[in-house]
T-cell receptor, first 112, second 116 residues
Framework: DAGVTQSPTHLIKTRGQQVTLRCSPK?????VSWYQQALGQGPQFIFQ???????QRGNFPDRFSGHQFPNYSSELNVNALLLGDSALYLC???????????FGEGSWLTVV | AQTVTQSQPEMSVQEAETVTLSCTYD???????LFWYKQPPSRQMILVIR??????QNATENRFSVNFQKAAKSFSLKISDSQLGDAAMYFC?????????????FGKGTKLSVKP
């Protein structure tokens, strides 16, 4: 049973560019959440997708957008990258009726 | 707004000894979940233990146990018989009960070192 998988694992982008990160949830999970973890900090909630719609959103600007596909996989898009967007981006999946949240290994984004 | 506070940025324990990591939280909800996650250098968040707020009994998972004090809004993690592999960042997290699960609020973490 594959857990939560994320791609790419590492990437470097230039300020002003756009990036897309991908996540496949754990089998049987229908809800995907995205988090940003800056160095030395705890993860911060970006948004959550369920039934292909954004259900909740944290305190992040509109440059951060997402999508969920019919197979429950998800993408995180960040436009107009800033140096401050450099962080580990974590994807987490869960079942709507469940109470256990599993994380992927994250995507390291460096903006130069 | 809900908040999670971990007041110990760093802790150290001798191998085979016991260590307790502290966590306090603030919420006006009556039903919620609390978690401890471990993040080793690989950076993947690994669930250590989970506590449902409606359960009075403290959760236990092998060498890991919690002391959940709902009235005091305290949720500490005790690691018994510490092992070298326990060295990691530990995060306390909260989510309210219901459809918004997955919206975890994390503390800033405690870095645990284990000395041989």
């Amino acid at each position: 049973d594959a857990g939560v998988t994320q791609s790419p694992t590492h990437l470097i982008k230039t300020r002003g560019q756009q990036v897309t990160l991908r996540c496949s949830p754990k089998s049987g999970h229908d809800t995907v959440s995205w988090y940003q973890q800056a160095l030395g900090q705890g993860p911060q909630f970006i948004f959550q997708y369920y039934e292909e719609e954004e259900r909740q959103r944290g305190n992040f600007p509109d440059r951060f957008s997402g999508h969920q596909f019919p197979n429950y996989s998800s993408e995180l898009n960040v436009n107009a990258l800033l140096l401050g967007d450099s962080a580990l981006y974590l994807c987490a999946s869960s079942r709507t009726a469940g109470n256990t949240i599993y994380f992927g290994e994250g995507s390291w984004l460096t903006v130069v | 707004a809900q908040t999670v506070t971990q007041s110990q940025p760093e802790m150290s324990v001798q191998e085979a000894e016991t260590v307790t990591l502290s966590c306090t939280y603030d919420t006006s909800e009556s039903d919620y979940y609390l978690f401890w996650y471990k993040q080793p250098p690989s950076r993947q968040m690994i669930l250590v233990i989970r506590q449902e707020a409606y359960k009075q009994q403290n959760a236990t998972e092998n060498r890991f146990s919690v002391n959940f004090q709902k009235a005091a809004k305290s949720f500490s993690l005790k690691i018994s018989d510490s092992q070298l592999g326990d060295a990691a960042m530990y995060f306390c997290a909260y989510t309210k009960y219901g459809g918004s699960q997955g919206n975890l609020i994390f503390g800033k973490g405690t870095k645990l070192s284990v000395k041989p």
